[in-house]
């Protein structure tokens, strides 16, 4: 295995991996080392994890790991606009994933509960629970498209700048021309300034997206995952 680690700007580095497996674990256990940190000294740690199959790996590696999982309080990063039972839902993913072993006795905080009628009832709803939440999370654990989004923050869609905004609430209601479903995402001021944000990518295509982002790492206008260049950020890739 070989793995190579550089940084890119101040507090922005990338750590890459010619080995998948390799990644999730190295990934797992920095992830559990802050965890644990905080509940030893907040009394529970905040957990938030974005969905698809890219982060897959790393939340196996990271349920078999033995720490206070009780203590511990999971949030999606996003959520689709669909049935509690369909394969795209992300709080699915995460139980499937990581909800296992050890973890099986963590709290999952979804974004969509049963009963919610609308995408914006399910916000303003999600939103009121999790401000009862210790803000900023302990860990962030992002993914990012070949368009530069991050959770469901799409440049395509007409709701990003209030999801963006410095008071936006915790949960955003997106619609991006570019997905065939609407989206429900915790919003930039809610995934900033954790104590550990992580950016994993897999795959060539994610790599020349990144190389585009950091080519202009300040840049106004699309790529909304370079938001978070601007606090301490470790980017996690491999092939």
């Known amino acids: 295995m070989r793995t190579s680690e550089q940084s890119l700007f101040p507090g922005v580095s990338l750590r890459s991996f010619d080995d998948r497996e390799a990644l999730s674990g190295a990934l797992a256990d920095q992830v559990a080392s802050r965890l644990r940190q905080s509940v030893r000294e907040r009394g529970g740690a905040l957990l938030v994890v974005s969905g698809g199959r890219t982060p897959a790996g790393f939340l196996q590696a990271l349920s078999g790991l033995q720490l206070p999982w009780d203590q511990v309080t999971i949030v999606p990063s996003d959520e689709r606009w669909v049935a509690a039972e369909s394969d795209q839902r992300n709080s699915r993913m995460i139980r499937q994933y990581l909800l296992q072993g050890p973890a099986a006795s963590a709290r999952l905080m979804e974004l969509v509960e049963e009963g919610d009628e609308t995408p914006g009832q399910a916000a303003r709803q999600a939103s009121e629970r999790l401000a009862g939440l210790h803000w900023p999370a302990d860990v962030v654990v992002l993914g990012m498209g070949e368009d530069g989004h991050t959770a469901s923050l799409f440049p395509d869609a007409p709701e990003l700048p209030m999801a963006m905004a410095a008071d936006a609430p915790p949960v955003a209601v997106t619609t991006p021309d570019s997905q065939s479903t609407v989206r429900l995402t915790l919003s930039a001021r809610a995934l900033s300034d954790a104590r550990m944000t992580v950016l994993l990518l897999r795959g060539d295509d994610k790599k020349a997206a990144l190389d585009e982002a950091i080519a202009e790492p ?3 206008g699309p790529m909304p ?8 950020l470790a980017i996690f890739w491999s092939a």
């Open 225 to 232: 995952v370079r938001y978070f260049f601007h606090q301490p």
């Open 218 to 220: 300040f840049a106004i």
